[in-house]
Antibody, heavy 120, light 108 residues
Framework: EVQLVESGGGLVQPGGSLRLSCAAS????????MSWVRQAPGKGLEWVSV???????YYADSVKGRFTISRDNSKNTLYLQVNSLRTEDTGVYYC??????????????WGQGTLVSVSS | SSELTQDPAVSVALGQTVRITCQGD??????ASWYQQKPGQAPVLVVY???DRPSGIPDRFSGSSSRNTASLTINGAQAEDEADYYC???????????FGGGTKLTVL
């Protein structure tokens, strides 16, 4: 059974950092395209970043230079290092698996999300 | 344009058909996917590609596309279909992903 379990969220001051984790089971993270998607309170979904199976990474303009996506193949885990946090980064962060063997943006599995709150 | 536009809210009578649309230039190059999200839950993929459904999604959900518009149709809407619906697609560069602003569906 495919499962994605996020962790690492919390309350942090503006300018602070967190490392979000997404532990996967039932499939191999490194063989898939994996993304982070976030949702501000009461707002819509926003794509944040993707790591391709080949290792290429891409970021939304709103987070480029501040966030870093990575994976640990030995732990079958996806990460998102979030630095220089701003109040507008507050929200639930989901990891999601792309269903295709190529980058499609069709997410067939999502985690339950981890909440990041940025406030002084 | 690097945006996907959805109507904020749509309503449908129980058992009737409803269409939710998504407009954007990227849809001329890429098919959309559609997600259902209920309060406090993660999104669920309901339709993707030309018109495919993941296993377990009822066949009353279908998708279509024409020029710069993608549509999600629910034939015979049920009370449990009341939710927020989001479209997405790759952007024109192919390397980024766009989400629509979401449509709140009310089943009357």
């Amino acid at each position: 059974e495919v499962q994605l379990v996020e962790s690492g969220g919390g309350l942090v001051q503006p300018g602070g950092s967190l490392r979000l984790s997404c532990a996967a089971s039932g499939f191999t993270v490194s063989s898939n395209y994996m993304s982070w998607v976030r949702q501000a309170p009461g707002k819509g979904l926003e794509w944040v970043s993707v790591i391709h199976s080949g290792g290429s990474t891409y970021y939304a303009d709103s987070v480029k230079g501040r966030f870093t996506i990575s994976r640990d193949n030995s732990k079958n885990t996806l990460y998102l290092q979030v630095n220089s946090l701003r109040t507008e980064d507050t929200g639930v962060y989901y990891c999601a698996r792309d269903l295709g063997s190529a980058w499609s943006g069709y997410f067939d599995y999502w985690g339950q999300g981890t909440l990041v709150s940025v406030s002084s | 344009s690097s945006e996907l536009t959805q109507d904020p809210a749509v309503s449908v009578a129980l058992g009737q058909t409803v269409r939710i649309t998504c407009q954007g230039d990227s849809l001329r190059s890429y098919y959309a996917s559609w997600y259902q999200q209920k309060p406090g839950q993660a999104p669920v993929l309901v339709v993707y590609g030309k018109n495919d459904r993941p296993s377990g999604i009822p066949d009353r959900f279908s998708g279509s596309s024409s020029r710069n518009t993608a549509s999600l149709t629910i034939n015979g809407a049920q009370a449990e279909d009341e939710a927020d619906y989001y479209c997405n697609s790759r952007d024109s560069s192919g390397n980024h992903l766009l989400f629509g602003g979401g449509t709140k569906l009310t089943v009357l």
